[in-house]
């Protein structure tokens, strides 16, 4: 079975500037996904960023980027020029990459880290 | 737009009585989930549908069922509803064989 642990229940940042979260994980599995997803307050998740274990080279989405360390199993979130918009609640998420039939792929999820950008 | 909808938002029911909730999409996936999210824990799937075939998590509750009738809604029932069933459930769906999940709002239930 795979966990996630996301160790910062809440963080807060400065309009502006920068900052990451922080995520790691345990499987035997070789070949899987990671997942940031975003929940603002009363919405729905979105999904901010992915990553493939086999690529080596860092995702990256605009403001968003990702530090992936396969051998420690870490997966942090940096958020660069933090706006009021990136308030919410942060998932850290796995996949396994192999197909569990019944026409899914199942997610795990961390417990989350509360972010608000501070005017 | 496309989108994941879940009905009603907010949901108070009584500790014992059945309580229904809805989800619908308008983004045509063959594949829909349920996850409980309770207070400060990690969202955990209880079952998903591929097509009209019903995948139950092995630790999910026998009070727990759901229903889909055709591929734009599906429901979640809860038959005796107890305090520690107070929780954000979100619905989400996805393409057959892809991994990415698309997620509705939620829908906050109070047991009273």
Redesign the interface.
Do not use: C
């Given at each position: 079975a795979q966990t996630?642990t996301q160790s910062q229940?809440e963080m807060s940042v400065q309009e502006a500037e920068t900052v990451t979260l922080s995520c790691t994980y345990d499987t035997s599995e070789n070949n899987y996904?990671l997942f940031w997803?975003k929940q603002p307050p009363?919405?729905?998740?979105?999904?901010v960023i992915?990553q493939e274990a086999y690529k080596q080279q860092n995702a990256t989405e605009n403001r968003f980027s990702v530090n992936f360390q396969k051998a420690a199993k870490s997966f942090s979130l940096k958020i660069s020029d933090s706006q009021l918009g990136d308030t919410a609640m942060y998932?850290c998420a796995f996949?396994k990459a192999s197909?569990s039939g019944?026409?899914?792929?199942?997610?795990?999820?961390?417990?989350?880290t509360k972010l608000s950008v501070i005017p | 737009d496309a989108m994941?909808i879940q009905n009603p938002?907010y949901q108070v029911t009584q500790f014992g009585k059945p309580v229904t909730l809805s989800c619908s999409q308008t983004l045509n996936h063959?594949?829909m989930?349920w996850y409980q999210q309770k207070s400060?824990?990690?969202?955990?799937?209880l079952f998903?549908y591929?097509?009209k075939?019903f995948?139950n998590e092995a630790d999910t509750p026998d009070n727990f069922q759901s229903r889909r009738p055709n591929t734009s809604f599906c429901f979640l029932d809860i038959r005796s509803p107890g305090l520690g069933d107070a929780a954000m459930y979100?619905c989400?769906t996805?393409r057959?064989?892809?991994?990415?999940?698309y997620?509705?709002?939620?829908t906050r239930l109070t047991v009273t």
């Open positions: 996630v229940p996904y997803y009363s919405r729905q998740m979105i999904l992915r998932f996949m197909y019944a026409g899914s792929y199942q997610l795990t999820f961390g417990k989350g | 994941v938002r063959n594949v989930y400060s824990q990690a969202p955990k799937l998903h591929y097509d075939d995948n979100l989400a996805s057959e064989g892809d991994y990415e999940q997620f509705g709002p939620g």
